[in-house]
């Protein structure tokens, strides 16, 4: 029973990564990857870059600044800082930027981000609206790389390539690894049509169609989920961008890492419930038969895999510790290659591994046209595959139970 | 065009590919798992030849003995140290699954070598006067003996080790081997393991390390110089 649940939960997570793979090597998305180069437009359509904030009084100039040296036309630019009701020096600092006529700079009562994109949202009339979160900055050209992307009528929303902004210990080099993984999935799943997510960092959305859809809504603590499947539900196509680069600030400890992760799990759960109906039905193409299920999955094997382990670990400690006390003998290590474990289940977790440095490689080539792994890339394999466990559970049972999850 | 477009609809054709390749991943997962596993039972059976091919040797030995001394044979010509490493090996390759028709067929032959050399030992104290100290080791892997087995294993491991000269035979109890049912009649060990037996004694239950002592003293004569058997399983 528990080999059959092991084998189906491999199968599906190694069966995955080989669709993505393949989908990838499909010589029309690989066009995409060769987003780089001078970009000219036609015309420059309207952008409106929307700050929510909340107590980001340390880091929302480096965001502002990012925002006025973006290489765009003057006039075709407004940045709108919503001070949503924070209690430190936010305001005030960032009013000091409306010296530049392209800024200016809201307060409003703490609503929840959705509330703040909201405001912004009746504040302007830019033909695109865009949000960038107070922690993130954007290169030069990202906005340049992002908007002819809306020359195909098709296209809502337009996602960046996001990347981590500093990378001082272990666990950050962990996450920078995640992320360029994460570049390779945002990529191919805006490729399949089925991303699922419009990043709080610097995703664009054509504000029609943000107005057709009603605004942004309370998403269980992740709008960007909710907004995304909303317009997935809707017909509306969210493509992707990875050469606009946008450099985010990731959790620094593991505490804090675990509290952004439960909150972003929980969400993806709580959105999922409430778009069920999408999960399996044709209508969605690729996203309900293959990438939302596949997601759901991927939960349940995270945790699956890792009490498995856990328990195995367990077992094995147990043992050693029983076999201590009837013989008083310590446990000695040798190697010998008899030993090795050859089993098949090891050599499918191999294959999983191998795949995965793949499409870290391929992510980090998309995202940065570079063709090395990323420092942290050991660390990642060996640990992170045992801290993923802690938030899925934590976020599984919160969700069950409904208990709600807080920004910070 | 952009890339993009008209790519929401379902790939049937990538999720076929895509499970193809997943499917041949598993094949060659278990091909390459039953290369490895094949190669094992390979060295297993070489060792066994080789033990086989000495035990042998040990008993034409034997049978020259009224031409020869005993000095001519002695008890380190039996039992050499890859039964050691045999047991665990098998003990090993059982845990991990596979091919378990063929992990019986090796452990009835080990079993088999074990009767020999046993055999062969008590012969050469016969016939030589040697004194052989052995432990004859009865176990079940059919979860009916669980922890008690395992530890029980444990300790006759660690007692090889701390006594190189002692000779620990162990066998699976449910195994149909004609020649160990046969010693088991011959000993009278009961379905109620792990079950030892000790200078003609039978012990049920755990026994742990120093209960062993206790009931085994010629342990204390023992060098730390020899080989010996150790157990074959853990279970």
């Given at each position: 029973m528990l080999t059959g649940i092991t084998y189906s939960l491999l199968f599906i997570s190694l069966y995955f990564e080989v669709f993505l793979l393949v989908a990838f090597l499909e010589r029309r998305f690989v066009?995409?990857?060769?987003?780089?180069?001078a970009i000219s437009l036609i015309s420059y359509p309207t952008v409106a870059i929307v700050v929510p904030c909340y107590n980001e009084e340390k880091s929302v100039s480096a965001t502002i600044m990012s925002l006025i040296a973006l290489d765009y036309p003057k006039d075709k630019l407004e940045i709108l800082v919503v001070d949503d009701g924070s209690r430190d020096a936010t305001y005030s600092v960032a009013k000091e930027f409306e010296t530049d006529s392209r800024v200016r700079v809201f307060h409003k009562e703490n609503g929840g981000k959705h509330t703040a994109m909201n405001f912004a949202l009746l504040h302007t009339n830019a033909d695109l609206i865009g949000c960038l979160d107070a922690d993130s900055t954007v290169a030069k050209d990202g906005l340049l790389r992002v908007v002819p992307?809306?020359?195909?009528?098709?296209?809502s929303a337009v996602t960046p390539g996001i990347h981590v902004k500093e990378t001082r210990n272990m666990l950050q080099h962990m996450q920078n690894v995640e992320y360029r993984l994460s570049v390779f999935n945002r990529f191919m799943l805006a490729a399949l049509g089925s991303a699922f997510i419009t990043p709080g960092p610097f995703s664009i959305f054509r504000a029609s169609v943000v107005r057709e859809l009603g605004g942004w809504r309370y998403g269980h603590s992740t709008e960007d989920m909710e907004m995304a499947l909303r317009m997935q539900s809707h017909g509306f196509l969210i493509a992707n961008a990875p050469r606009a680069i946008v450099h985010t600030g990731i959790p620094r400890t593991l505490k804090s890492l675990f509290n952004q992760r439960v909150r972003w799990t929980y969400g993806w759960l709580r959105n999922a419930v409430d778009y069920r109906h999408m999960i399996g039905n044709r209508t969605y193409g690729n996203l309900s038969i293959i990438v939302l299920p596949c997601a759901l999955i991927s939960i349940g094997a995270g945790i699956y895999f890792f009490f498995r382990i856990a328990f195995e670990l367990g077992q094995a400690v147990i043992h050693e510790i029983v076999k201590y006390e009837v013989t008083g003998v310590l446990p000695h290590f040798g190697f010998s290659f008899f030993y090795i474990n050859t089993s098949m289940m090891w050599f499918l977790v191999w294959f999983a591994v191998a795949l995965i440095l793949i499409l870290v490689g391929t992510g980090t080539f998309i995202g940065t046209g570079k063709r090395s792994l990323p420092i942290g890339t050991p660390l990642f394999v060996i640990f992170y595959s045992f801290l993923v466990p802690l938030w899925l559970g934590t976020a599984v049972v919160r969700a069950i139970f409904k208990t709600g999850v807080r920004w910070r | 065009m952009d890339p993009v477009v008209n790519t929401t609809r379902a790939r049937w054709g990538s999720y076929l590919v895509a499970f193809l390749i997943t499917a041949l991943i598993f094949a060659t997962a278990l091909y390459a798992s039953n290369y490895f596993n094949n190669q094992r039972i390979q060295d297993i059976q070489t060792t066994e030849d080789d033990i086989s091919t000495q035990i042998l040797s040990t008993e034409t030995q034997f049978d020259l003995l009224q031409e020869h001394s005993?000095?001519?044979?002695?008890?380190?010509?039996?039992?050499?140290?890859?039964m050691t490493a045999l047991g665990s090996e098998l003990s090993y390759l059982e845990a991990q699954g596979g091919n378990q028709a063929e992990i019986t067929r090796l452990k009835s032959t080990y079993s088999l070598l074990e009767i020999k050399d046993y055999l062969a030992v008590q012969e050469l104290a016969q016939k030589c006067g040697t004194k052989p100290v052995f432990i004859l080791y009865f176990y079940s892997n059919n979860g009916d003996c669980a922890n008690n087995c395992e530890e029980q294993g444990d300790v006759l491991t660690a007692l090889s080790q701390q006594y190189p000269d002692l000779r620990v035979y162990s066998f699976d109890y449910n195994l149909q081997v004609g020649a160990l049912q046969t010693l088991i009649s011959i000993d009278n060990v009961k379905y109620d393991l792990p079950a030892l037996v000790i200078n003609g004694k039978t012990y049920y239950g755990f026994q742990s390390l120093t209960a062993i002592q206790k009931v085994l003293p010629q342990l204390a004569t023992l060098q730390k110089s020899a080989t010996s058997t150790a157990a074959t399983s853990t279970k």
């Open positions: 066009r995409q990857t060769t987003q780089s180069g992307v809306f020359e195909n009528n098709a296209v | 005993c000095s001519d044979v002695s008890e380190t010509d039996l039992a050499p140290s890859e």
